[in-house]
């Protein structure tokens, strides 16, 4: 794999909240490559394989058609949440899996595979970091949530989404971004890391990780061609609330003595017995390749 020596040139912390642009960048990134910094390797630019790439296709063409909203371009835009996500105020009374594990179990079951196979090739091109992030995810995380040595709980599909400058945060701290690609139609929408003038073309197929945490970064304008275009990134991720969740079981009871006769409804509803979680939550890993 192709090997660049990257350098921070300049702060660019002014760009957060605005529209990544062409002249952002010099270098972009269209083949596999593996980013150093004081030849300390700090991001890859990888190609999945074929199969995988049909996999995510799938997943892109058939999640969540009836809840997407239309962005300025007329384009429909939807944020599909798999896995496990935690406890966020009224909104999301306990930690458990999502419902669009239920709702979508085969693109559950293949997105699924795709976060083995990031996993895989983080853990074979950034052993070290991998193994911190395997670590601070255990420690951190119950291991209800946790899908195997995976280094995270939740995967997103985010279709059509083109997230301006930002630095991310809500994940756990310390570990890694990861984000597949699955489009076709498009032009644009590359990854932009304006303080190092490079960009990720973020083709179709392609995954990255870099340290989202730490560097600016954001999605290129697109331009949707064809009329069944699409742009979908695949982000793997651990949110930093998950540490904050007691063990499932234990979230299903504080639900109960939360709410009401009525309510109790929530929980057939959006909960899941810890069986039935464990089985979804496990179905597809068991027979990955
Ligand atoms: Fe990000």
């Not at 660019?12 to 062409?22: A, F, N, Q, V």
Request: a positive charge; aromatic letters at 10%; one cysteine or more.
């Amino acid at each position: 794999m192709k090997t660049i020596e990257i350098k921070k040139t300049k702060d660019r912390k002014d760009l957060i909240g605005t529209k990544p642009l062409k002249e952002h960048y010099n270098v972009l990134i269209t083949e596999p490559t593996i980013l150093t910094k004081d030849g300390k390797i700090v991001a890859v630019y990888d190609k999945i394989p074929e199969s995988y790439k049909e996999l995510a296709k799938k997943i892109s063409v058939t999640t969540n058609p009836n809840r997407s909203k239309r962005q300025g371009s007329g384009v429909p835009t939807v944020s599909s949440v798999f896995g496990a996500i935690a406890k966020n105020g009224v909104r999301i009374a306990t930690c458990r899996g999502t419902t669009r594990n239920k709702d979508e179990k085969e693109n559950f079951a293949a997105i699924t595979k795709l976060a083995k196979l990031v996993s895989d090739k983080y853990k074979e091109i950034l052993p070290e970091q991998y193994k911190k992030d395997v670590e601070i995810t255990r420690s951190l995380v119950e291991a209800d949530y946790l899908f195997g040595d995976l280094p995270f709980t939740t995967f997103n599909a985010n279709k059509n989404q083109l997230i301006k400058y930002h630095i991310d945060r809500g994940n756990l701290k310390g570990v890694m971004s990861n984000v597949l690609i699955s489009r076709r139609g498009v032009s644009g929408g590359e990854l932009v890391f304006p303080e190092y003038g490079f960009a990720f073309a973020q083709q179709d197929g392609f995954y990255s990780v870099f340290d989202g945490e730490k560097e600016v970064h954001g999605v290129a304008d697109c331009k949707f061609i064809s009329k069944d275009a699409y742009r979908c990134s695949f982000v793997f991720y651990t949110l930093d609330q998950m540490k904050h969740c007691a063990p499932y079981l234990e979230e299903m009871e504080s639900e109960k003595k939360h709410y009401t006769k009525k309510n109790n409804n929530r929980s057939k509803t959006f909960g899941m017995s810890k069986k039935e979680f464990a089985s979804n939550k496990w179905q597809e890993e068991n027979g990955t390749e």
